[in-house]
């Protein structure tokens, strides 16, 4: 950062972030809306071998998480990837890995609200469609935000309960399917190896089931025991989370045999298993897994802002701390905003592959810094991962291979953005020189 290694800019945002937090920011930015309807889409491209493609992009991102978790055991304050970049590299590295984290929170937030809009249109169809639909948009943006602002415990607390009743029903779908289909969970394997190419296909769809890990070390500043608590938090969050896909994934194929062809795989294995309550049921989880990952998305993308204004890359304005509620306002006001704006504007389908990108980019960037900030942290006690730099160097490898499978269009749009983030972040600074 602008300040020397190891020293931290004052923050006013109070330490209430437990290990349970963190681990719930990390299931919930991995637990979506994606999970709902990935499943077809992984039978599509590798059939009955499909679970394995879990386990594939599991062990894609391991060395990713793992290199977060030794960063993210460095630094004490709030920001994350932004923060790592700086020390590592610079102020202008640091800022376009905020900058593109920022953006594809923002950019998924508003997408899941309105799948969340679209969920609540399927038992009152009016609240889905003409001012119906903006209306319901602007009230569930609007409580979020307000959520938000008034405190981190009670987006926690919010998010907590959420995240109980999404596993819940998540859970629940897999052991009723085990004991009512029994061994028909397991596949035969008797079918044809899918070719190369859609595996590759096949991981870099899964792999939207396997990011967002990365905003549960953006509030690092509000964390009670940052140097332990992030750590572990990332890593129980993805041994828990990756069982949990392969689980679902074998119980939807042996409950709906044309897996491949719906675009509703849970919501057609539940109501195959148990009927129109069994829909209404996995409706229940649809919409709280998106509630809760609305909230881990906007109180980890808007310390975000905050962390950038901190270090005069952003405007002061995002720096601000609501004296009573003792949280970054006016960063949670205008991300609320935004997102309004793009949820009304209709569906963010096309920009979808355009944020696994942003985040492959803040991927590379995290694991190329750990061979420049160790030798900086290694009086200090942290978490340091064995073997070297074998881990990192496998984390950029994994990150170059799904690069490979993005397409020209997600590349051309993500580098226009980057140079829109490069846009203000010269103006920022500009400013900031001048006062």
């Known amino acids: 950062m602008s300040n020397q290694i190891g020293q931290e800019i004052k923050e006013k945002l109070p330490r209430n972030l437990t290990l349970w937090g963190v681990w719930m920011l990390v299931v919930n930015g991995f637990i979506g809306a994606g999970i709902f309807g990935l499943p077809s889409g992984a039978a599509a491209l590798a059939g009955e071998y499909s679970v394995f493609i879990y386990v594939i992009c ?18 004490k304050g709030t920001g994350g990837p932004t923060k790592y970049g700086t020390a590592a590299f610079g102020p202008f590295i ?12 923002l950019i998924s937030f508003s997408a899941n609200s309105v799948l969340l809009t679209d969920s609540i249109g399927y038992f009152f169809p009016s609240l889905a469609e003409g001012n119906g639909r903006l209306v319901t948009l602007f009230v569930i943006i609007g409580v979020l935000t307000l959520v938000n602002i008034v405190g981190s415990s009670q987006s926690i607390k919010s998010m907590g309960l959420f995240t109980i009743i999404k596993f819940t029903v998540l859970i629940g779908l897999v052991i009723s399917g085990v004991m009512m289909l029994g061994p028909d969970v397991i596949p035969s394997f008797d079918s044809d190896l899918p070719i190369g190419s859609d595996i590759g296909a096949a991981a870099l769809l899964l792999i939207y089931a396997f990011v967002g890990f990365e905003g549960a070390v953006i509030p690092a500043g509000e964390a009670k025991n940052p140097q332990r608590d992030m750590p572990l938090g990332l890593i129980l969050g993805l041994s828990v989370v990756v069982f949990l896909y392969m689980a679902i994934q074998l119980v939807s194929q042996a409950a709906v045999p044309d897996l491949a062809s719906t675009k509703t795989p849970l919501l057609d294995a539940s109501a195959s298993l148990f009927g129109e309550t069994g829909a209404i049921l996995l409706m229940v989880g649809v919409t709280t897994s998106v509630i809760a990952n609305l909230i881990s998305a906007m109180f980890s993308a808007t310390r975000v802002t ?7 890359s952003f405007p002061n304005w995002f720096g601000v701390v609501n004296e009573k509620y003792l949280t ?21 389908t096309f ?19 750990i061979p420049v900030l160790r030798p900086k942290f290694k009086d200090q006690k942290v ?36 140079l829109i983030g490069t846009g203000l972040y010269l103006i920022s600074r500009r400013m900031a020189t001048k006062t």
Request: with cysteine; aromatic share 16%; net charge positive.
């Open 351 to 369: 920009l979808a592959a355009m944020t696994v990108l942003s985040r492959l980019f803040l991927f590379i960037m995290t694991c190329a810094s």
């Open 94 to 105: 640091g800022f376009q890995g905020g900058w593109l984290y920022y953006l594809a929170r």
């Open 383 to 418: 978490f340091r991962l064995k073997g070297g730099y074998i881990i990192p160097v496998l984390g950029i490898l994994a990150c170059l291979w799904l690069m490979l499978q993005v397409s020209w269009t997600s590349i051309w749009m993500t580098g226009v953005l980057i």
């Open 306 to 312: 905050y962390a950038l204004a901190l270090d005069k």
């Open 328 to 348: 970054p306002a006016n960063s949670i006001l205008f991300f609320g905003i935004i997102a309004f704006i793009l949820g009304a504007m209709g569906s963010f």
């Open 58 to 75: 599991a062990l894609l991102m391991l060395p990713v998480i793992l290199s977060f978790a030794e960063v993210g055991s460095y630094f």
